[in-house]
């Protein structure tokens, strides 16, 4: 897929639908690059984490994040950029992240609301380093993201794993007070001419922006955004997502992977105001990872939220 050739199928046509098509054409072939500009390799190079996306062996898609002082992540030049950190054994994706692998990372920074968005594969793997290759690289804006401040989780290492396959009342609990989570999407055609791999993007809102209509099924609403729609357009044509709620609290992290689609106000009634469609998400896998967060992050500051914008 070619910078000036963006968008996919799945895109192309929640664009339209939304209206922005028009625009999509012009902004597309100027905000997405098939490298990194200078300023990206720079804030990924100061970040304490970074959060993935990646498809474990049996074809599920799962949603993660990784950890180091600044400085883990380094970017040799604009196409590379190397992680030099171990995946926990009890992670999901902890077999996956093989050489020739699509993965998706989204770089965010909490305290600063800023966040950078790539595509790439990964070309080498070992104990203690990924290396990738970026397919595409684009910023997103900092809407509905809450800005938190970072502090050590003492317990971080404390690991125990619990694998699940519907919520139970305190992960029911977490997720319909939670005000931040990641998912992971995926678009390939069937030549992979056009095979984009993976995107990992960010959705927050107030906590309990999210609706839970059972034990399997969560109903997340889409804000507007930058109307680019990838999260859409891939589960337009492939409704496999993987989802991150991370505990800042106590410093677990939830990972999920199942199914989603879209579903518009122009073709059922919303539980959501001032939205036009949202995301049906039915859970098929899911692991709790205790302790798992090295960081914990206190301090909300709802005051930039406004999806109305």
């Known amino acids: 897929m070619t910078p000036s050739a963006p968008w996919h199928p799945g895109e192309i046509a929640a664009q339209k639908r939304a209206g922005s098509f028009e625009q999509m054409q012009l902004i597309g072939p100027r905000a997405m690059r098939d490298r990194m500009p200078d300023q990206h390799r720079e804030f990924f190079s100061q970040l304490p984490l970074?959060?993935?996306?990646?498809?474990?062996?049996?074809?599920?898609?799962?949603?993660?994040?990784?950890?180091?002082?600044?400085?883990?992540?380094?970017?040799?030049?604009?196409?590379?950029?190397?992680?030099?950190?171990?995946?926990?054994?009890?992670?999901?994706?902890?077999?996956?992240?093989?050489?020739?692998?699509?993965?998706?990372?989204?770089?965010?920074?909490?305290?600063?609301?800023?966040?950078?968005?790539?595509?790439?594969?990964?070309?080498?793997?070992?104990?203690?380093?990924?290396a990738l290759r970026v397919k595409q690289s684009f910023g997103n804006c900092p809407k509905y993201i809450q800005v938190r401040q970072r502090a050590l989780n003492p317990a971080y290492g404390d690991f125990s794993a619990i694998d699940f396959t519907q919520l139970n009342t305190e992960l029911a609990g977490f997720i319909g007070t939670s005000d931040t989570f990641f998912i992971a999407s995926q678009y390939r055609d069937a030549s992979r001419q056009n095979n984009r791999g993976i995107d990992l993007s960010h959705r927050g809102g107030r906590p309990g922006f999210?609706?839970?209509?059972?034990?399997?099924?969560?109903?997340?609403?889409?804000?507007?955004?930058?109307?680019?729609?990838n999260?859409?357009?891939?589960?337009?044509?492939?409704?496999?997502?993987?989802?991150?709620?991370?505990?800042?609290?106590?410093?677990?992290?939830?990972?999920?992977?199942?199914?989603?689609?879209?579903?518009?106000?122009?073709?059922?009634?919303?539980?959501?105001?001032?939205?036009?469609?949202?995301?049906?998400?039915?859970?098929?896998?899911?692991?709790l990872v205790t302790h798992s967060l090295p960081y914990l992050y206190s301090g909300v500051d709802y005051s930039p939220f406004n999806p109305a914008v």
């Open 231 to 287: 999260t859409v357009g891939n589960l337009t044509v492939n409704p496999q997502a993987g989802l991150l709620f991370p505990d800042f609290r106590r410093g677990d992290m939830i990972h999920m992977s199942g199914r989603a689609e879209i579903v518009w106000r122009d073709s059922e009634t919303l539980p959501f105001e001032g939205v036009e469609r949202m995301i049906r998400f039915t859970l098929q896998q899911g692991r």
């Open 210 to 229: 999210i609706k839970l209509s059972d034990d399997r099924t969560l109903l997340i609403p889409d804000y507007a955004g930058n109307n680019f729609f």
């Open 50 to 130: 970074i959060v993935l996306g990646a498809e474990d062996p049996t074809g599920h898609l799962w949603a993660t994040a990784l950890f180091g002082d600044p400085g883990f992540i380094q970017s040799p030049d604009a196409v590379t950029l190397l992680i030099h950190s171990q995946v926990n054994r009890h992670d999901p994706l902890a077999d996956a992240l093989q050489a020739g692998h699509d993965i998706g990372l989204l770089g965010i920074e909490l305290e600063t609301r800023r966040r950078n968005r790539l595509n790439a594969t990964i070309t080498a793997h070992t104990t203690d380093q990924i």
